[in-house]
């Protein structure tokens, strides 16, 4: 059974950072892209960035490039999400998702593998 399991989110003042983890188990993932969303309240799910478990090459939304790092340990199967310089905006329940094959997609319908998410509040 495919499981991935998010942790790390929290309460952070604007200006700090956080990091995100999602273990990933039930099967290989080698062929697999691996990608963080998240989705505030009365909001559609935004894509934030994106990496292929094999080579590691990544793929950011605007929204986010230059403040939040994805990144993977494959002895670990474990993606992360580095986030700094957060801002209230970022306020949100943050999901890592999973599906087959290396192209970018950055439609949530497109992923076969969700986690259950983990709160990231921002205050200001």
């Known amino acids: 059974q495919v499981q991935l399991v998010e942790s790390g989110g929290g309460l952070v003042q604007a200006g700090g950072s956080l990091r995100l983890s999602c273990a990933a188990s039930?099967?290989?993932?080698?062929?697999?892209?691996m990608a963080w969303f998240r989705q505030a309240p009365g909001k559609e799910r935004e894509f934030l960035a994106g990496i292929t478990w094999s080579i590691g090459s990544t793929y950011y939304a605007d929204s986010v490039k230059g403040r939040f790092t994805i990144s993977r340990d494959n002895a670990k199967s474990t993606v992360y999400l580095q986030t700094d310089s957060l801002k209230p905006e970022d306020t949100a329940v943050y999901y890592c998702?999973?599906?087959?094959?290396?192209?970018?997609?950055?439609?949530?319908?497109?992923?076969?593998?969700w986690g259950q998410g983990t709160q990231v509040t921002v205050s200001s």
């Open positions: 039930g099967r290989s993932f080698s062929r697999y892209y």
């Open positions: 998702a999973a599906k087959l094959g290396v192209v970018i997609r950055t439609t949530p319908g497109l992923y076969d593998y």
